[in-house]
């Protein structure tokens, strides 16, 4: 079906220039938040450390699997990494062919509900990593820390690449909801 001498989904050539030119950056930070994402899931994933008590025998251990939100965290990493590699074929799509809005609109969509699975996994994760540091005196939950220094280095540190791509999440869907705007 024609609409002006463009086919449906399409626009002139100014702003299909326009959206090229936010078609790359759309690239690069699926490229970024990809990479975050899997550095998170792999760096939570294989946190562990070992401690010895009184004996060589008897020792505590701490592994992320131990906490099932931290579980979760690897899980929704792993899941938004995959879907991340999947949307790249999109966002060359765009680059390529510049004048799609149907493909845009469901990126921008499938964006969004990836940002809600993220943040949740963060978050969630986030306050079990406090806890980990400052404890609840009120709970009787105490810090674990000073125990296990380096498992909550790697807990913590893995929660960097996720508020990464949490920010590339939230560029990706201005940018997406900009070119789509232009469309109009």
């Not at 299909?16 to 790359?24: D, E, H, M, T, V």
């Not at 963060?122 to 296990?148: M, P």
Request: net charge positive; charged share 10%.
């Amino acid at each position: 079906m024609s609409k002006g001498g463009l086919e449906a989904g399409e626009t002139s050539k100014g702003a299909a220039s326009a959206s090229r030119g936010l078609s790359i950056p759309d690239f690069l930070f699926r490229v970024v938040a990809g990479l975050a994402t899997l550095a998170s899931a792999i760096a939570m994933g294989t946190t562990n450390e070992t401690l010895p008590f009184f004996t060589q025998f008897i020792r505590f251990r701490a592994e992320y699997d131990d906490l099932p939100t931290f579980t979760f965290f690897v899980v929704a990493n792993a899941i938004i990494t995959g879907y991340l590699v999947l949307s790249l074929t999109l966002s060359i799509f765009h680059i390529i062919r510049s004048g799609a809005k149907v493909t845009r609109i469901v990126l921008a969509i499938l964006d969004m509900l990836a940002l809600g699975l993220l943040t949740s996994a963060a978050s969630a994760a986030t306050a079990i990593v406090y806890l980990a540091h400052k404890g609840n005196a009120s709970a009787n939950w105490f810090a674990i820390c000073q125990q296990f220094n380096n498992f909550c280095e790697r807990t913590s540190g893995s929660l960097i690449g996720s508020y990464v791509a949490i920010v590339m999440f939230v560029l990706l869907i201005l940018l997406s909801a900009f070119a789509i705007s232009r469309h109009h």
